[in-house]
């Protein structure tokens, strides 16, 4: 499967954005999906994560309670809602497709497909 990520930007503390990740090649419904976030000079960080049907989501909890993760399978897209932004979640948000796995995850080695990223920039 081959994911592409969009909707990222600059935006002010406090605002909102809602970032897109489009999946093509096979149904994004065969698989977890989540998101991640990289800062510079930092590793790559989970986000949130979804399960497959959509029932079921986990969340960083650096950002609980700001962003929710949905999906629409008959879309084959994966959402990001980010509200609240602080500049603490400056950084490239990357997609990512898992084949495996009991509901969802949020550990980066248990995903299979990455998405190139989108940057998201908060001012103060």
């Known amino acids: 499967v081959q994911l592409q990520a969009s909707g990222g930007g600059l935006v002010q503390a406090g605002g909102s954005l809602r970032l897109s990740c489009a999946a093509s090649g096979r149904t994004v419904g065969n698989y977890i999906m989540g998101w991640f976030r990289q800062a510079p000079g930092k590793e790559r960080d989970f986000v949130a994560t979804?399960?497959?049907?959509?029932?079921?989501?986990f969340y960083a909890d650096s950002v609980k309670g700001r962003f929710t993760v949905s999906r629409d399978n008959a879309k084959n897209t994966l959402y990001l809602q980010m509200n609240s932004l602080k500049p603490e979640d400056t950084a490239v948000y990357y997609c990512a497709a898992a084949i495996s796995g009991y509901l969802y995850s949020a550990s980066y080695y248990d995903y299979d497909y990455w998405g190139q990223g989108t940057l998201v920039t908060v001012s103060s």
């Open positions: 979804i399960s497959r049907s959509g029932g079921s989501t």
